[in-house]
C-alpha cells in the first residue's frame, strides 16, 4: 500500500464535529502506529527542498509531527500558539475565521533572520492559521521554505493562499 | 554537567505570568536544542521500571516528550485533551482547580484492559491534571505503570497526590 492509503486507513471520519454537517478528519488513530509516524515523517522529510533551519509547529496537534520532524533533522522546534499562552514576549499575527477572528503568537527570540523555515500542521483546510504562521516567519527576517499538512481538504483551495509564502507544500493525504 | 543542570540552564523564568506573584517555568527553550531533547528523552526511559504499553501525553506541552517517548519505545500515543477537543467518543474526568473545576477527556478506544500505560506532562505542579489522567486510565481497567515531567514544583506537593496511582515518578529537574 501506499502512504497516503496507509494513512487513509488510520483516519476516522466522525460526523458531526465540531457541528452539524461536517466531516471530521480524526488523526488520532495514527499516533498509535508508530510505525506509519515514522513513515509519515519520513516523507515529510523526502518532500523537502531546502534543508530547514527550524520547524515550526502549530499549536496542539500539529506538535506532534512537529516535534518529531525537527528531532529527526536536529534542528529547533518552535510553537506557535494561541494568543495568550506564550509566556515570553511574542509577535503575534490575526486572522479571519469564518466567523469572527482569531490571533496566535510565537515567542519574539526563536527565529534567526535569513532562517530558512519549514511550518507543520496536521491539517490543511483554508490555510488561515498556516498564512498566519508564515507572515509571523516573515516579519521576523527569515523565509518560509516549506509547508507540511498530513491531510490536505483539497476542495478549501487551502494551497492557493499559502503559494504567496512558499510553492514547497507537502500534504501526504489528499481529500 | 548533569541532566538536571543542563535542563535547568534551557528553562526561562518569566515573572507575573499567567497571572501576577507567579513566577512561570517555560520550558519552550528546550525545543529549540534536539540534543538536550534525546538526553530528557533517554532520562525518562532509563526511569521506566515497567516497559509501558502506551504513552499518554497531556495537551498541549505534554504532547511534545510524550510523542518522543511513545517513538523511541515503539509504543501508541495517546491524547488527553481539555473537554470538547477530542471528536470520538470519549470518558472524561472532572478536577478541582484552585478556582473552580477542569475537565478532561480520552477516546474510549485507545486503551486496552491490563495494559500498563505511562503518563507524561512537562510540568508537575499540584498533580491535578496528571491524577485526572490516571483516573481515566484506571477506569478503561489499565493500570498507571509511572509519571515523567520534565519540571517538578516540589512546594506543592504533587507526588503525593500521585502515589496512590503508581510510585514511579520521574521528575528531572526540581525547584
Not at 496542539?60 to 514576549?89: D, Q, T
Not at 507543520?120 to 527569515?142: F, K, P, R, S, Y
Request: charged share 20%; hydrophobic share 40%.
Amino acid at each position: 500500500m501506499s502512504l497516503e492509503s496507509n494513512i487513509k486507513a488510520s483516519i476516522r471520519d466522525v460526523p458531526d464535529f465540531p457541528k452539524p454537517g461536517i466531516m471530521f478528519k480524526d488523526i488520532t488513530p495514527i499516533f498509535e502506529n508508530q510505525v506509519l509516524c515514522n513513515e509519515i515523517t519520513e516523507g515529510f522529510i523526502k518532500a523537502i527542498s531546502v534543508k530547514p533551519n527550524a520547524i515550526v509547529g502549530i499549536e496542539s496537534r500539529g506538535f506532534l509531527f512537529g516535534i518529531l520532524l525537527a528531532n529527526k533533522l536536529n534542528v529547533p522546534f518552535i510553537l506557535v500558539r494561541k494568543a495568550g499562552k506564550l509566556p515570553y514576549k511574542t509577535i503575534s499575527h490575526e486572522y479571519a475565521l469564518e466567523y469572527g477572528t482569531s490571533k496566535i503568537e510565537m515567542h519574539t527570540d526563536s527565529i534567526k533572520k535569513g532562517w530558512n523555515v519549514l511550518i507543520h500542521d496536521d491539517l490543511l483546510a483554508t490555510g488561515g492559521t498556516a498564512d498566519a504562521a508564515a507572515h509571523l516567519v516573515e516579519q521576523q527576517g527569515a523565509k518560509v521554505s516549506g509547508f507540511s499538512f498530513v491531510v490536505e481538504l483539497g476542495f478549501l483551495n487551502g494551497k492557493q493562499k499559502l503559494n504567496i509564502h512558499s510553492n514547497n507544500i507537502t500534504c501526504l493525504a489528499q481529500y
